[in-house]
């Protein structure tokens, strides 16, 4: 299973843009790029997939480049609410291993 | 809305209890499902691969005979933490793998306080 890291934390306030990149270099090339959200005491919620380039939803956008070897999540003008850990994951169909995410701490 | 219901949110008993965490699947498709084990302020550990029909595949270092689980139905994967001790207790997550590349969907967790 392709390993992960992010940084461990990161601090912003509200109203800006917020950038977490994860790093995938073993991703295998069926693999695809998933990221979580955890709030404590909840399961992880799903966020936002891609496979390659930019991928955009409601609530976020996915930045892959060409070598796929990391992404971005970028979560713009976040809130108070959006304090909580985020996750990458690399998986293909099947189990995931997670990393150890990224602690996003939202300051008023 | 949810896919995956997961019950009892939260279980406080004595040392040498026999828990059941049930994980049910809200679309009726669950043939693979996991479970994962958090302790504070970790990450998810995957202790054990779920499949509908068959035995479980559980992780290195988790114990099979300690953590039962029972896969009988595409709705329904139950754990089963047997005489568990103070050392168990953790928050225990289920997920239902997704379809082709679609991603995995997590239930809401089970607290469990071992006393």
């Known amino acids: 299973l392709a390993k992960t890291t992010q940084p461990i934390s990161m601090d912003s306030y509200e109203g800006q843009e917020v950038n977490i990149t994860c790093s995938h270099n073993n991703i295998a090339t069926n693999d695809y790029i998933t990221w979580y959200q955890q709030f404590p005491s909840q399961g992880p919620r799903f966020i936002i997939q891609g496979y390659k380039t930019k991928v955009t939803n409601e609530v976020a956008s996915l930045f892959i480049p060409a070598d796929r070897k990391s992404s971005t999540l970028s979560l713009p003008r976040v809130s108070l609410s959006d304090t909580a850990v985020y996750y990458c994951l690399v998986n293909n169909a099947g189990k995931s291993t997670f990393g150890d995410g990224t602690t996003l701490t939202v300051k008023p | 809305g949810a896919v995956v219901s997961q019950h009892p949110s939260r279980v406080i008993c004595k040392s040498g209890t026999s828990v059941k965490i049930e994980c049910r699947s809200l679309d009726f498709q669950a043939t693979t499902m996991f479970w994962y084990r958090q302790f504070p302020k970790q990450s998810l550990m995957l202790m054990a691969t779920?499949?509908?029909?068959?035995?479980?595949?559980?992780e290195q270092g988790v114990e099979k005979d300690k953590f039962l689980i029972n896969h009988a139905s595409l709705t329904l994967s139950t754990l089963t933490v047997t005489s568990a001790h103070p050392e168990d207790s953790s928050f225990y997550i289920c997920?239902?793998?997704?379809?082709?590349?679609?991603?995995?969907?997590f239930g809401d967790g089970t607290r469990l306080s071992i006393l």
């Open positions: 997920s239902e793998r997704g379809k082709g590349n679609q991603p995995q969907h």
């Open positions: 779920s499949n509908e029909g068959s035995k479980a595949t559980y």
